[in-house]
């Protein structure tokens, strides 16, 4: 089993930066493709960083130039910078995991997900 847990979150002003921590615990071996996926109210939940098996970053068109994900496998630690911050990037922000798939990673099923930091950004 593997647990995700976030922290970072926070209240900015726009331009602003942020940067999000997920640390996983437990069994993390198998894990490949991580991602960073938000939900603001009254929208869907939607993906916006991805980190594929062999280093690879994936990013929605929304936010290309200004989320940066990466990982330090020592610290088991999935990170986003967030820089530049805009009002629409007001959300609920969850880390996910996703067991033994490591490759198109925007389309895969994910398996474990944290509960959330909030990231309210003011104009």
């Known amino acids: 089993q593997v647990q995700l847990v976030e922290s970072g979150g926070g209240s900015v002003q726009a331009g602003g930066s942020l940067r999000l921590s997920c640390v996983a615990y437990?069994?993390?071996?198998?894990?490949?493709?991580m991602g960073w996926f938000r939900q603001a109210p009254g929208k869907e939940r939607e993906g916006v960083a991805f980190l594929e098996g062999d280093g690879k970053t994936v990013y929605v068109d929304s936010v290309k130039g200004r989320f940066t994900i990466s990982q330090d496998n020592a610290k088991n630690t999935l990170y986003l910078q967030i820089d530049s911050l805009k009002p629409e990037d007001t959300a609920m922000y969850y880390c996910?995991?996703?067991?033994?798939?490591?490759?198109?990673?925007?389309?895969?099923?994910?398996?474990?997900w944290g509960q959330g930091t909030q990231v309210t950004v003011s104009s």
């Open positions: 437990g069994y993390t071996y198998n894990l490949g493709c």
């Open positions: 996910a995991a996703a067991a033994g798939d490591d490759s198109s990673c925007m389309n895969v099923g994910y398996n474990y």
